[in-house]
Structures are given as C-alpha cells and as structure tokens.
C-alpha cells in the first residue's frame, strides 16, 4: 500500500492533479467503509451515511 | 533484450514477446481459454510466448503493460465529476472494480507474475506505457519504413482517442491528439449497437452491412452528431449519446433523430433502414478519415503512412486511403485492436530502454507474415487426433497439398490449419476454413452451413501476390486481409435490368463474378495477398488450385463457427469439423475426412456461442 500510494502522489504532482486528492480521500473513505462493512456488525453505521 | 508486453483487463487480452526488437510470440489469451475477447489476465498466452523460445519469467528484462491505470482512472473521476448528477448510474458500477482491483493493477501483474515465477520479483521490471503510444509503436516499428506518419485511431485508451505521430528511427513523436469523449470509434461503435450488433467486436458486420444500403443519413449525422473540421478533427455532440454518463451508446435523441429505437438482435430484422444506418456510417467515417490523411499528409510531407487502433479494422477506409493517394504507401498492423497494444507496449520499451537503432528491410516488415503464435509438430498432431477419436490419413507435404487442390476444386469446404496461428483477428492461411471462389452458392453454404452466422455477410480472397492485379483493382501488397479493393471489369458480369434492380441481401445471391463467392453488393473484395516468403504452404496451396483450374484465389475466412474464437488446437479443430459442415481438415501432414468419422462424434454447437 505504500508504493502504491507513493505512485499515485508522483502521478499526482506529473499531472499536476492535486484537485483530485479530495475526490481520492472521500472515495477511499467509503471503499474502505464498504469493504468493512461488509457482513459485519458494523454494517447499520453505514446505513446512517445515506 | 527479452521484453514481454501484455494487454489485459478491458478486451481481448494478449501477450506478446519480443526479443532485441524482433517480435518471436504472440497470441491472444481467447485462442486458449475458447472464451471470445476473453479480458482475463493472459495467463495461457504468456505461458506460450515464454515456452516458445523457452524462457523463464527471471529471464525477461521488461514486462510492459498497455495502458496507465492512474491515467485511466482520471478521466473516469473527470468525466464523472464534468457530469454530475447524470453519471452516477455509471459511477455506481465502475468504481467498485477500480477501488477494488484495477487501480492496484501493478499489484495485480505481479502477483500473477510471481505465480509464473518467483524469479520475476522486481516491480522495476514491470513497466507501462499510454495506450496509443502502444498502438503506434505496433504500427511503426515493425513497418518497413524508417520514416512515417503514424495515425491510430480507436475509442479510447487513457484520454486519447486519435493520435497522429511522427516515426523516424527507434522514435516517435506525437504531433496531433485528440481526447476523449470525441471518439471516432465510439462513434461507429455508437451505431454498431444501434443496428443490434455488439459494442467491441460486432463494428465488422456494421461495415459488411454497409454496402448494402444508401447513404441517405449523412447529411443528419454531420449536423447534429459530429462537427468535423477541415483537418479532419471532429467533436462529437455528447447531448446524443449516453457513453460518458449512462450505461448504453446512445440516448432517446440519438433515437429520436433517426425514428426508432436500437434494433433488438434477435427480436427484429435487419431492414434497409438498418442498412441505410450503417452505409452512412461508414461514409462519415471514411470522411473523417480521409480528411485527416490528406491535412498530415500536407502538414508532414510524409509519403509513408501506418495505421493501427480497432479504426484501423476499417479495411473499407484504408482502401480508400490507399487509392485516395496522399501517401504512397501504406502498412497497417495486423493486430490493430487492443491485442496489438501488446506488442507495441514491448515494443515500446524495448526501443525507449536499449537505445539501439531500428533496422528496416524496404518492403518488408518484421511480422512474419503474422504468424507468430502456436504450432503443432506432425506426430504431436496426429497424437492428438488420435486421443479424440478422429481417423486420419497421412500424407506427404506435396500429396497433402494436392489433395486440398483437389476437394477445393470439387467444392468441398476444407479446415485448413497448418503452421503457427495468427496473432490479430484474421485468419490469413494458417487457421482458415478454404473453398473455392468461382462457386455461385459457395457464400450461402459456408454462411448458413459452416460459420451459422447471417447471410449478409460477405467473405474474403486469398490471392497469389502475383496475380492480384488481374483479378482486383490492387498493384501493392495486403497481406494481412486489411485493404479492400474492387474485382476488376474484366472479371465482373453484367446483371440484367432485374437483377440490377434487386435490393440488399438478394442481390448478393446474383452472381456478378467470376468469383461471387468473394465478391461483395459493390464489387468489393477484402483482398489477402499470399506470399511465398511468409507462408509457403499456403501459397503452394493456391499455386496448385490455379494449375487445376486456373483461378489463384480462394475463400479464406476464419476457422470458427459464428461468436467462437479462431480454432487454436487440433482437438478445437476437430470439433469444429465435427460440429458444422465442413467436409474435410488438412492438418499438418493429416487428412481428416468428414463422411470417414465415426458420426457419434458428431456434435452440434452452433448455439454455443453468442451472436457479435
């Protein structure tokens, strides 16, 4: 996970794309949530989300 | 320097191995798993390019991969973002693959890479290059030329959807992009699903189709689809499709503006509208095409020119490109798809990693003939034939070739399946099905009987190199099936007023040839010119038919049923023989005669593929 995200900064500064880093955040934000989320008993705090 | 390139994850996935900058291997992954435009993770092609000259993974200097994920990813999250709400239907689907798998693509390789060989450990080793830069290395760097301009053109890669560059030496240089959405292939695939076809692998039937109508449309797809300048750059009026946002090509305008809905490909008939669609299409088409040509050829004063991207399958356009005469001459790669970006991917690297220069032979490119996938040694074919029950007669390679001559010129079918297969979408003599062309009937048989595909599609001539100026309006070269030219006057036969006055598909039955078989609505023929340096087999084959008959050309089209990939093995071969109407397999040294097999091997497997 740190090469790729190491990779992804250099892309990031390459393509002078740092309006995207928010976009990125929240879309990792709610991978991770629904990755964990998934069949566990933290599943209804997503549910409060939307 | 050992350089493997790999294409994967979106469609027709393929490896290929090139070896100080000469391209060894190459296959797609479909001819091995039998799954078509199989986007799996190339795993029985890489294992063939590396068995091939027998190599270890540890033994590859580079494996280069043929697009950049994170640049991929950005115009996703763009466009997205540009079209907020009316993406989210669309967001909502592609994102969970991206933040799940193709984003950590490079993780991905190597996983799979280690599982190869725990040698290959090195992520330094993996590298990746941007989609169309792989699509142009595919069309110059095997080219016979030192210099070209080099076009590609598809839907889409990263961003970029046509890209024109300049090719001297071991470089390229981009001098003309054009971006995302404004995508010439999106475009005909736009109406490749509109006439029922599949998006992706279906643009074929949509040109096949084209000759058959009128067209009456043109006019209304220039004014409100596609704004197409001088030099050939175009946009696309995205308020008529529903690619960027939605999950379909086009949306109710795009239906509202020719008066119907999307034909439904097994509810409705293919109608002269959907011809007159496709005729329009195709003359859209060939204009943004030539505009762009002829606006390079000037800026450049280039007289070289090579193609490649899924537009470059357009053999329609490329003849017209070559007649059009703004450059002399033309090379196209045979696998101008997405498998092809896997060569140029290795090639690629190869070129910007050693620095070495790039030697070219005039006229003569560096693909051998295409054929660089898998062969079969004679015992290891009977072997197998053996182990599926088949019954096989073998003969000497002369006795063998004359025995085709023989069944073809009786107008039988024959599988013809000798040597390596061909990397890229046609088959051009090593994994054929072969029939005589002077036949009047020969087109329906093969249609209905052997492929089980739509009789309006036409099929293609296999013609001596050296005779394909008597019998086509062709002087140069089109060994890889990619340029179509018309049967020559002499050659042609004058329809009465009645046939002349017939429409669509019956006027196809009309024999307007001395090779109807092979000869299209308007007189066109999709030409491969055999050569005896790259496939010499197959041009004895075509040397000892014209001595019977006096004819060098035959029917050569794909050793398939409709929807399956391109027979790979002897066994695939055997079950396509069993499984359709084909008479005969000259395979290797073996003949395999249909009416000689025990006919509880008979199969019918016609409905076990989809329709394009």
Redesign the interface.
């Known amino acids: 996970m740190k090469s790729f995200i190491a990779e992804l900064w250099v892309y990031l500064r390459a393509r002078k794309k740092y309006w995207l880093i928010p976009v990125l955040v929240v879309l990792a934000l709610f991978g991770g949530l629904v990755v964990v989320t998934q069949g566990s008993a933290v599943a209804p705090f997503i549910y409060t989300l939307f | 320097m050992n350089i493997l390139g790999i294409s994967a994850l979106y469609h027709d996935s393929a490896a290929a191995l090139v070896i100080d900058g000469q391209p060894v291997a190459a296959a797609q992954e479909e001819r091995f798993t039998r799954k078509k435009h199989d986007s799996a993770f190339p795993r029985e092609a890489v294992q063939f390019c590396l068995g091939h000259v027998g190599l270890r993974l540890s033994d590859i200097d580079h494996v280069v991969f043929y697009d950049k994920p994170?640049?991929k990813f950005?115009r996703l999250?763009e466009s997205y973002?540009a079209s907020v709400p009316w993406g989210f239907q669309s967001f909502r689907a592609a994102?969970?693959v991206w933040?799940?798998e193709k984003l950590?693509q490079?993780?991905l390789l190597l996983r799979e890479f280690s599982e190869f060989d725990d040698g290959f450990a090195s992520?330094d080793k993996l590298l990746f290059t941007e989609h169309h830069q792989a699509h142009a290395a595919s069309a110059f760097f095997p080219s016979p030329f030192d210099e070209a301009l080099v076009l590609t053109l598809d839907g889409v890669g990263e961003w970029v959807t046509t890209s024109a560059a300049l090719g001297s030496g071991n470089k390229l240089n981009v001098i003309k992009e054009i971006h995302f959405p404004h995508s010439l292939g999106l475009l005909y695939s736009a109406f490749t699903y509109y006439v029922g076809f599949k998006v992706n692998s279906g643009e074929y039937k949509l040109m096949g189709l084209a000759p058959y109508g009128k067209p009456r449309f043109v006019e209304a797809i220039k004014s409100h689809l596609v704004d197409i300048k001088e030099d050939g750059s175009f946009r696309l009026n995205q308020s008529y499709f529903d690619y960027v946002t939605g999950l379909r090509m086009t949306n109710k305008r795009f239906e509202q503006l020719f008066g119907r809905p999307p034909r439904r490909p097994d509810v409705d008939d293919l109608e002269p509208f959907h011809m007159d669609i496709a005729a329009s299409i195709q003359a859209v088409t060939e204009e943004i095409v030539l505009r762009l040509t002829r606006s390079l050829a000037k800026r450049t004063g280039q007289r070289n020119l090579c193609l490649a991207g899924g537009v470059a399958l357009n053999c329609v356009a490329n003849g017209k490109i070559l007649r059009d005469g703004s450059f002399e001459n033309l090379w196209i790669q045979p696998a101008a798809g997405d498998a092809g970006g896997a060569l140029g991917a290795a090639l690629a690297a190869y070129y910007a990693r050693s620095g070495r220069p790039r030697q070219t032979t005039p006229g003569r490119d560096s693909m051998a003939g295409s054929y660089l996938g898998p062969e079969f040694k004679d015992s290891e074919i009977q072997s197998r034939l053996s182990a599926v029950g088949a019954r096989v007669k073998t003969f000497t390679h002369s006795a063998l070739v004359e025995r085709t001559a023989e069944a073809l010129a009786n107008g039988k079918a024959v599988g013809w399946f000798q040597g390596r297969m061909e990397f890229g979408p046609r088959a051009l003599g090593g994994r054929s099905i072969l029939a005589d062309p002077r036949s009047s009937t020969m087109q329906k048989v093969l249609n209905l009987k052997i492929k089980f595909r739509e009789s309006f599609r036409p099929f293609a001539p296999s013609v001596l190199r050296e005779d394909v100026a008597d019998w086509f309006e062709l002087e140069g070269d089109s060994p890889y099936m990619l340029l179509v030219a018309e049967v020559r006057n002499e050659r042609r036969v004058a329809m009465s007023d009645q046939e002349e006055n017939l429409f669509g598909i019956d006027k196809l039955n009309v024999c307007r040839s001395d090779i109807p078989a092979v000869t299209h609505v308007d007189y066109s023929a999709r030409i491969q010119t055999v050569h005896q340096d790259t496939n010499p087999r197959y041009h004895e084959l075509l040397t000892t038919f014209k001595r019977r008959t006096g004819c060098p050309i035959l029917v050569n089209t794909s050793f398939n049923v409709r929807g399956e990939p391109i027979v790979c093995t002897p066994e695939d071969a055997f079950r396509c023989l069993m499984g359709t109407g084909l008479d005969a397999l000259a395979i290797g040294n073996c003949w395999v005669a249909k009416d000689e097999q025990d006919p509880a091997l008979a199969q019918d497997y016609s409905s076990a593929f989809e329709l394009d």
């Open positions: 994170f640049l950005e999250l973002i994102m969970p933040l799940r950590f490079k993780d992520a």
